[in-house]
């Protein structure tokens, strides 16, 4: 069964940074692409970043280019995403999924953690 | 950047069909994909690649994707589909991405 858990979600104050990671099981991680998806309260989807299976391509929505970095550890089964110069927009929940063979959709997802940036 | 466009809002009663649609520019020359996602609850896929569907999910949901508009198309509608559904696309140009639509609400009469 696959299963993907977030953690590392919090309450931070604007211009800070915090560092989410989603551990994966029940499949082998270092063949699938992987992604970070978001929702802010009470609003649609939004995709965040995604890493190829070797890390050989990475690709970031305009929002978060430059302050955002995604990053994987095959051997530890795990994705992160590192996230500097926190602003309030970015309050959301972060969703792991796991990308597909051929690329273009997310077959997983995770249960997602609450990232929220206030003062 | 490529733009999704669904109805904020589908409403049908119960064994009727629903269609949701998903708007974009020769959005028939690319793969759509739809997700459900019931409140406090992760999306989930339910039809990939226009038409196909992962195993589990009804053969009720079925999808289309031609010219500039992507339907998702609910056959007997149950109380318990009600959720929002969402189209998404990969953009495959410089700078590849995912695009999801804005999301449509589809309310069980």
């Known amino acids: ?119 | 950047s490529y733009v999704l466009t669904q109805p904020p809002s589908v409403s049908v009663a119960p064994g009727q069909t629903a269609r949701i649609t998903c708007g974009g520019n020769n959005i028939g020359s690319k793969s759509v994909h739809w997700y459900q996602q019931k409140p406090g609850q992760a999306p989930v896929l339910v039809v990939y690649d226009d038409s196909d569907r992962p195993s589990g999910i009804p053969e009720r949901f079925s999808g289309s994707n031609s010219g500039n508009t992507a339907t998702l198309t609910i056959s007997r509608v149950e109380a318990g589909d009600e959720a929002d559904y969402y189209c998404q696309v990969w953009d495959s140009s410089s700078d590849p991405r995912g695009v999801f639509g804005g999301g449509t609400k589809l309310t069980v009469l």
Request: some cysteine; aromatic content about 12%.
């Open chain 1, 1 to 119: 069964e696959v299963q993907l858990v977030e953690s590392g979600g919090g309450l931070v104050q604007p211009g800070r940074s915090l560092r989410l990671s989603c551990a994966a099981s029940g499949f082998t991680f270092d063949d699938y692409a992987m992604h970070w998806v978001r929702q802010a309260p009470g609003k649609g989807l939004e995709w965040v970043s995604g890493i190829s299976w070797n890390s050989g391509s990475i690709g970031y929505a305009d929002s978060v280019k430059g302050r955002f970095t995604i990053s994987r550890d095959n051997a530890k089964n795990s994705l992160y995403l590192q996230m500097n110069s926190l602003r309030a927009e970015d309050t959301a929940l972060y969703y792991c999924a796991k990308g597909t063979l051929r690329a273009g959709y997310f077959d997983y997802w995770g249960q997602g953690t609450l990232v929220t940036v206030s003062s």
